[in-house]
């Protein structure tokens, strides 16, 4: 009797670590809607490619706060709270950054937080206010409407051309 009772944890045991959480394909409005609602549960950024980036761009100027979304774990700075604009914007910078295997990718992250510093800055200064929003969201807007072809629009930095990078 001991030895099904062993037999059955093991399948159990087994079975939970072999579980792996399925994850969603989300499309933006419900990723949208899941950030908004402070309902955003998964640990990474979504599998979104340059197609979703328009519907994404939609959002690049909203002010509401969210609390709930990921974070990159590697990052010693805990960000409680967010623009979701700067997350959505964030969210681009993912997608491009996946598309062209850069070496700053940390699993779909494209850098330590979603939030800006000043790019030539003698040490680190983030910044949060609405002036680099602003302008990043008008950045993103700009770099996504240019002429260049997609896989070269890709391997250009939306924020090139602007005072700030990502931290």
């Given amino acids: 009797m001991k030895i099904s009772y062993v037999v059955l944890l093991s399948i159990l045991i087994f079975g939970f670590i072999s579980c792996e959480k399925e994850k969603e ?45 990921p974070h990159n774990m590697i990052s010693s700075l805990w960000a409680p709270e967010c623009k979701l604009g700067m997350y959505v914007l964030w969210t681009i910078e993912s997608i491009r950054a996946v598309t062209i295997d850069s070496k700053y990718l940390i699993g779909r992250f494209p850098s330590l937080n979603p939030i800006l510093a000043l790019r030539d800055a003698p040490e680190l200064d983030l910044v949060f206010d609405n002036k680099s ?35």
């Fill in 25 to 69: 394909n989300l499309d933006v409005e419900t990723y949208i809607s899941l950030l908004k609602s402070n309902q955003y549960s998964e640990d990474e950024l979504p599998d979104f490619d340059p197609d979703d980036i328009p519907a994404l761009l939609v959002y690049r100027n909203d002010t509401m706060i969210i609390t709930d979304f």
């Fill in 133 to 167: 929003h602003s302008k990043a969201a008008e950045a993103y807007y700009d770099w996504w409407n240019s002429i260049a072809l997609l896989r070269n629009k890709m391997e250009i930095d939306p924020l090139e051309n602007t005072e700030y990078r990502w931290h």
